[in-house]
């Protein structure tokens, strides 16, 4: 449906990233696209990520990977992550590219990126190599400059003020 699919970039220290990322999944669903959305370092079974649910319900199809990240979860293996996001990106490569998808998120692949699970290279092949129909959205904060120039569109999510910054946690149904 689609004829040229571009890459979308939504970074930042604010929050909003997979919310626009969701939100343009409900929009190109609403016309009939057939999309995928694969995670890293979100695990739905630890967080009850409830937009994933509704998602499958739609018709989007899901993969996790690297459910884990430091940040979260003390004494984890930085091989064992960078093995996970390697298989991600194999993955999508083998699989995903070969299954006529309109739309594909990369939610978080930014973090896997920044924090070295993901090398630099390995990125720019995979947009390098994504099927010309696709449109491809990659979320998460951090974004370097050599795959921001890839992009056709990039949105800086900016914090100004946020309830973690009074020391409230995140909220089911809000913040996951």
Same mark, same amino acid.
């Given at each position: 449906?689609?004829?040229?699919?571009?890459?979308?970039?939504?970074?930042g220290?604010g929050k909003?990233?997979?919310?626009?990322?969701v939100?343009?999944?409900?929009?190109a669903?609403?016309?009939?696209?057939?999309?995928?959305?694969?995670s &890293?370092?979100k695990?739905?079974?630890?967080w009850?990520?409830?937009? =994933?649910?509704?998602?499958?319900?739609?018709?989007?199809?899901?993969?996790?990977?690297?459910?884990?990240?430091?940040?979260f979860c003390?004494?984890?293996?930085f @091989?064992?992550?960078r093995?996970?996001? @390697?298989k991600?990106?194999?993955?999508?490569?083998?699989?995903?590219?070969?299954?006529?998808y309109d739309?594909?998120v990369l939610?978080?692949i930014?973090?896997?990126?920044?924090?070295?699970y993901?090398?630099?290279n390995?990125?720019?092949?995979l947009?390098?190599?994504?099927?010309?129909?696709?449109?491809?959205?990659?979320t998460?904060?951090g974004m370097?400059?050599?795959i921001i120039?890839?992009a056709?569109?990039?949105s800086?999510?900016?914090?100004?003020?946020h309830?973690?910054d009074?020391? =409230? @946690?995140?909220?089911?149904?809000i913040? &996951?």
């Amino acid at each position: 449906m689609i004829k040229k699919g571009l890459v979308y970039i939504y970074t930042g220290d604010g929050k909003g990233k997979t919310t626009a990322a969701v939100g343009q999944i409900i929009r190109a669903l609403g016309h009939n696209l057939k999309i995928c959305y694969i995670s &890293f370092h979100k695990d739905p079974k630890k967080w009850g990520y409830g937009e =994933l649910d509704i998602l499958r319900k739609l018709g989007v199809d899901i993969f996790c990977f690297a459910k884990e990240h430091p940040h979260f979860c003390k004494g984890i293996s930085f @091989k064992g992550l960078r093995n996970e996001c @390697k298989k991600a990106l194999d993955f999508i490569e083998k699989e995903i590219f070969k299954k006529d998808y309109d739309l594909l998120v990369l939610d978080e692949i930014n973090i896997a990126l920044r924090d070295g699970y993901i090398k630099e290279n390995k990125l720019l092949d995979l947009l390098n190599s994504k099927p010309k129909s696709l449109s491809l959205i990659l979320t998460g904060r951090g974004m370097i400059d050599k795959i921001i120039e890839k992009a056709d569109l990039v949105s800086e999510i900016k914090k100004i003020k946020h309830p973690f910054d009074r020391g =409230l @946690k995140g909220r089911r149904g809000i913040e &996951f």
